[in-house]
């Protein structure tokens, strides 16, 4: 079965470094893989979309890689802010056409001023 | 612009009660429509999810059941709760196109005592 798999340890670092966070995926190469940013008791909401034949998405402070040897994206927020502590999920589409999505645990991320 | 709303926002229910949780979009038309949920400190678990008026596929085995009786608005149900449950369940839709992200509504903390 298609699984995500996220780091479910909590991410510390300090304001202004470069956070880094993984997402692997088992089986099939994803048409797209997708990240999500979570604040407690809030619904998910959508940042990034990368799709498997583009290496590389960017959108201000935030970057996200897709492998599709390594089976891995990363997700990276460069210049972190105490506002970027939250949980970031990864999901991945479903092989039919009906927008399903296929989340990781998710990996909470705590910036520290 | 579009917007989904998702009520209760938290919800505190004995054990063989009934649930209805309901959740409206507007904004869009034909959207595809989700029901996940949330265990604590885990990622989303897909419970129900709609193409259509009527059209709906359930994902897990369950006491839960989901209707869509118009196109924009998306029920939770369950005849009699059970103590499992008590989670964050959220309401989401995309566009019918695959690749999409999912827009979430603010979720509901239901807790089955």
């Known amino acids: 079965s298609q699984k995500i798999e996220q780091n479910s340890e909590a991410l510390n670092i300090q304001e202004g470094k470069t956070a880094t966070l993984t997402c692997n995926y088992t089986?099939?190469?994803?048409?797209?893989l997708q990240w999500y940013r979570q604040d407690p008791g809030r619904g998910p909401v959508f940042l990034l979309l990368?799709?498997?034949?583009?290496k590389e998405k960017r959108k201000e402070r935030l970057k996200v890689t897709f492998d599709t040897t390594l089976k891995q994206s990363l997700f990276h927020i460069t210049a972190s802010q105490p506002a970027d502590s939250a949980t970031y999920l990864c999901?991945?589409?479903?092989?039919?056409?009906?927008?399903?999505?296929?989340f990781g645990q998710g990996t909470t991320l705590q910036v520290k001023p | 612009s579009q917007t989904i709303h998702q009520w209760p926002a938290t919800l505190v229910q004995p054990v063989g009660s009934p649930l209805s949780l309901e959740c409206t979009v507007e904004g869009t038309s034909n959207p595809n429509l989700y029901w996940y949920r949330q265990a604590a400190g885990r990622g989303l678990q897909l419970l129900f999810y709609s193409v259509g008026i009527g059209q709906i596929s359930s994902e897990v085995p369950q006491n839960l059941s989901a209707s869509r009786p118009q196109d924009r608005q998306f029920i939770l149900s369950s005849k009699k709760l059970l103590l499992s449950d008590s989670g964050f369940y959220l309401c989401?839709?995309?566009?019918?196109?695959?690749?999409?992200?999912?827009?979430f509504g603010q979720g509901t903390r239901l807790t089955v005592v």
């Open positions: 990368i799709r498997e034949n583009e």
């Open positions: 999901a991945r589409g479903g092989s039919s056409n009906t927008g399903k999505l296929i």
């Open positions: 989401a839709w995309s566009v019918t196109e695959r690749g999409t992200e999912a827009f």
């Open positions: 089986n099939y190469s994803p048409a797209y």
